[in-house]
């Protein structure tokens, strides 16, 4: 387009001193550009960085690039893109810096102050882990069976991170308030992540995402199924990485993620029968 076509250069990429992961001891994360005279805008609430929204960090002066300074000590999400006048702007970097005991202990109300909604349309969220399965040891019911692995249970498998803004999932428009819905103009744009702490590969792309499937789409269905939808209008038009086992395809123009929602705490009588079944 033509600011494109009389911008000056391009704002080098967005760098993140301490990459995405699992981590239990905070630390300091450096956010840099080598573009001198640019500035960093970065967020920590899923919403995507502009110039009008998020925290600014200037350069010191013109002959100089910024660099943005943050303490990480809990379960953090960080956005973040480079801007210079008449420059083409660096595209939206991402790293979720996941602490276990943040995790094990995500309750109704750490989910309400974080900024959640408490309702969408009527429907009472099922938000935070399940005492009844995790503990404390004690106050579970598996005999601390979960309760003594669950730090490790949580590390063992990759975890995948969808981050956007929360009015987009659970607002008055958003995909997760209007289940019912279908097409693209019900489809949102959100910033995956793919972080395996067995293996050590990862990556971030940024994408479309919409809720998938047909019976559980019905209101007072807590739990979804989204579909991942990779596209020029994002980024990269395939995703390319080695998501399955040797001699499966490496490249997708769109995934599903399934809830499996019909495997249990959904449907009462499954659920009964599992306590039944595990408490004996």
């Known amino acids: 387009n033509r600011a494109d076509a009389i911008a000056m250069g391009f704002v080098a990429d967005t760098q993140f001193s301490v990459d995405r992961g699992f981590y239990d001891a905070p630390f300091d ?24 929204n998020g ?16 303490r990480i000590d809990k379960t953090s999400v960080l956005r973040a893109a480079a801007f210079k006048d008449n420059y083409v702007p660096t595209n939206i970097d991402a790293q979720t810096y996941l602490f276990v005991e943040d995790i094990i202990r995500q309750d109704l109300q750490a989910t309400l102050t974080a900024g959640f909604p408490g309702t969408w349309k009527g429907v009472t969220p099922d938000y935070g882990m399940d005492r009844n399965v995790i503990g404390p040891q004690g106050q579970d019911m598996f005999d601390g069976r979960f309760a003594a692995t669950i730090r490790d249970d949580l590390k063992a498998i990759p975890t995948m991170s969808l981050v956007m803004d929360i ?30 702490p067995v293996g050590g590969e990862d990556f971030q792309v940024e994408a479309g995402i919409r809720v998938q499937g047909n019976a559980h789409r019905r209101e007072g269905r807590n739990k979804k199924s989204f579909r991942l939808f990779f596209k020029d209008l994002y980024g990269a038009p395939k995703l390319e990485f080695p998501l399955f086992a040797a001699g499966a395809t490496d490249r997708f123009d769109r995934i599903t993620l399934r809830a499996n929602w019909g495997d249990g705490w959904l449907w009462d009588q499954g659920t009964n029968a599992q306590s039944a079944h595990y408490a004996r």
């Open 55 to 70: 925290t600014p960090v200037s350069a010191p002066d013109a002959s100089s690039p910024p660099v943005a300074t943050l």
């Open 167 to 196: 009015d987009d999932m659970f607002g008055p428009q958003g995909i997760y308030s209007n289940t019912s819905e279908r097409g693209q103009p019900w489809e949102r744009p959100v910033s995956v992540e793919y972080i395996d």
């Open 29 to 52: 994360v450096e956010i840099s550009t080598s573009t001198a005279g640019a500035s960093i805008v970065y967020t920590t609430d899923g919403t995507e960085p502009r110039l009008q």
